[in-house]
């Protein structure tokens, strides 16, 4: 048996553990030779949950359950090891990949209030204020019997008059609030520099104007939105909830890959979308009141009527 002294990196362990592969992949249609390791790591994976069970159910008397459990996981590794040869893959690189991903996920790479600004260097009219208050008022109107919902900036009509355009009462009229959650947290809503809303494209750079303050981007932002409603009526719109499924913001990662607010990772995203629905619970139970938002803080609040 060959002994291995000192550190390993997984490229090393990976041409070493091909070595021992008694079923090479010799073809690239060769089905067999792949499902080994694929069936192989199923059955390894539910030999390491047997001896937690033993564990679970005999405590300190299992005295050897750190060996197996050792055991268990470089079985797990050789299988994934082989998977990545087979597949060709370097098991290095999708370690860093994966490193990757998990720190997107659960780290805020955000550096402070203030930070990512992405109209900083653009003329003071192209920007958006760094401070703002957001009247919202709602209404059941008696000639459909729909609520509606009109937003107000500085006394004048902020967007459209919204309803839910749905046959159920929802709330979706009041998705406002969530571009007002991606201006406020992650300093972007492509939607909110409209002539609707702030009226601050950066039209100096066309570029810019074209690409980032566009239309396409503007409907992103809008999916993005239906997205996170669809998501959220799965999950009571996120009441008492600390955490999103990954799978939504691998798709809103996805859908902004080409824009600028790619540098905000998925758990900003992952705050930015919990505290959206936050406000938009108050509001739903308030029915008006202001919406206050500080884009060099980076915080959003609702601030309901007194009547």
Not at 182 to 206: E, I, M, Q, T
Request: negative net charge; hydrophobic residues 40%; proline residues 3%.
């Amino acid at each position: 048996m060959p002994k291995f002294g000192g550190n390993m990196n997984f490229s090393e362990y990976q041409n070493a553990a091909q070595k021992t592969d008694q079923a090479p992949y010799l073809l690239l249609d060769d089905i067999k030779s792949l499902m080994i390791p694929l069936l192989g790591l199923a059955g390894e994976s539910g030999s390491l949950l047997n001896h937690y069970k033993r564990f679970l159910r005999d405590g300190e008397a299992y005295t050897i359950f750190r060996d197996r459990v050792s055991e268990e996981l470089g079985d797990i590794l050789w299988n994934v090891a082989n998977i990545a040869t087979k597949t060709r893959l370097n098991l290095d690189d999708v370690a860093k990949m994966n490193l990757e991903k998990i720190g997107d996920r659960w780290n805020d790479s955000s550096d402070g209030p203030g930070s990512k600004l992405f109209d900083s260097s653009f003329p003071r009219n192209e920007q958006f204020p760094r401070n703002f208050e957001i009247e919202v008022r709602s209404e059941l109107m008696q000639h459909d019997n729909k609520a509606h919902v009109q937003l107000f900036f500085k006394d004048c009509p902020f967007g459209s008059e919204l309803t839910d355009n749905a046959y159920e009462d929802d709330g979706y009229r009041l998705h406002d609030v969530f571009h007002l959650a991606f201006l406020a947290r992650l300093g972007w809503s492509p939607v909110l520099r409209g002539k609707n809303f702030f009226k601050c494209k950066r039209k100096s750079v066309p570029d810019v104007d074209e690409v980032q303050d566009g239309g396409r981007a503007a409907v992103i932002e809008e999916a993005i939105a239906a997205l996170m409603f669809t998501e959220a009526k799965k999950n009571s719109f996120f009441k008492g909830v600390d955490s999103v499924e990954y799978s939504l913001l691998r798709t809103i990662k996805d859908l902004t890959a080409h824009l600028e607010v790619s540098v905000c990772s998925g758990r900003e995203w992952e705050i930015t979308i919990l505290e959206a629905f936050k406000i938009w619970r108050e509001l739903k139970i308030s029915h008006s009141g202001k919406i206050v938002g500080d884009l060099v803080e980076k915080t959003l609040k609702f601030v309901p009527d007194k009547n």
